[in-house]
């Protein structure tokens, strides 16, 4: 059912830092800071050549991140995104093995402007699970 690996996406405490640190040291290709306040998020997009990583910084009161940073203070690996073909027949398949949908429920436009649903990371391995419809 899933496809290609979208993102990886790293909780970060520092931005530039670690903008910085792609770009300079790992010479990665990297853009720039965008605020998306309906995720509570400030991401830097790394473009590699077979997938992309996204920088993740708190913005705003009630971030998601700020939590995760609040308990890992350096950073670390927030969740992963898969591709799928249709985000509802995913959805329903995976409701239908007992998987947990977080949130409503209902897909949500993500940062790359196209439905996204997470499942809960207790359900899989310990790690958050984006689904994003391409
Ligand atoms: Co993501």
Redesign the pocket.
Known sequence: MIGRL??V?IAVPDLTVAADQYRDTLGAKVGHPQDEPDHGVRVVFVELENSKI?L?YPLGENSPIQGFLDKNPSGGM????YEVENILEARDHLMSTGARILGTGEPKI??HGKP?LFLHPKDFTGTLV?L?QV
């Open positions: 979208n993102h996406a996204e993740l927030h969740h992963i995104c993500g940062a996204v984006e994003e």
